[in-house]
Nanobody
Framework: QVQLVESGGGLVQPGGSLRLSCAAS????????IGWFRQAPGKEREGVSS????????VYADSVKGRFTISRDNAKNTVYLQMNSLKPEDTAVYYC???????????????WGQGTQVTVSS
């Protein structure tokens, strides 16, 4: 049974930084990708970034390129999302999810965490 648990959300001022963590368990091989997604009130869930477990390949949404960095620690079965230069429009519930394709399309992911709130406000 695959399980994903996010942590690291919180309140931060514009221009600040946060690091989200996604602790994963239940995988039997490295043929998967972990993606980060976010959903703001009244908006559809959107893809932020994804990383392939086997080789560390990554993909980012245009809105976060140059500001967010996804990384993995295979020994800890954890994926991180380092978020810098945060903007109020980054405010959302952030979810991590697991699937088999390196993509930021939400429907491609099968397992989801419970989400963690990120609020960017002064």
């Amino acid at each position: 049974q695959v399980q994903l648990v996010e942590s690291g959300g919180g309140l931060v001022q514009p221009g600040g930084s946060l690091r989200l963590s996604c602790a994963a368990s239940g995988f039997t091989n490295d043929a998967y990708a972990i993606g980060w997604f976010r959903q703001a009130p009244g908006k559809e869930r959107e893809g932020v970034s994804s990383i392939r477990a086997s080789d560390g390949s990554t993909v980012y949404a245009d809105s976060v390129k140059g500001r967010f960095t996804i990384s993995r620690d295979n020994a800890k079965n954890t994926v991180y999302l380092q978020m810098n230069s945060l903007k109020p429009e980054d405010t959302a519930v952030y979810y991590c999810a697991a699937g088999t394709l390196l993509t930021i399309v939400p429907v491609a992911y099968y397992y989801w965490g419970q989400g963690t709130q990120v609020t960017v406000s002064s």
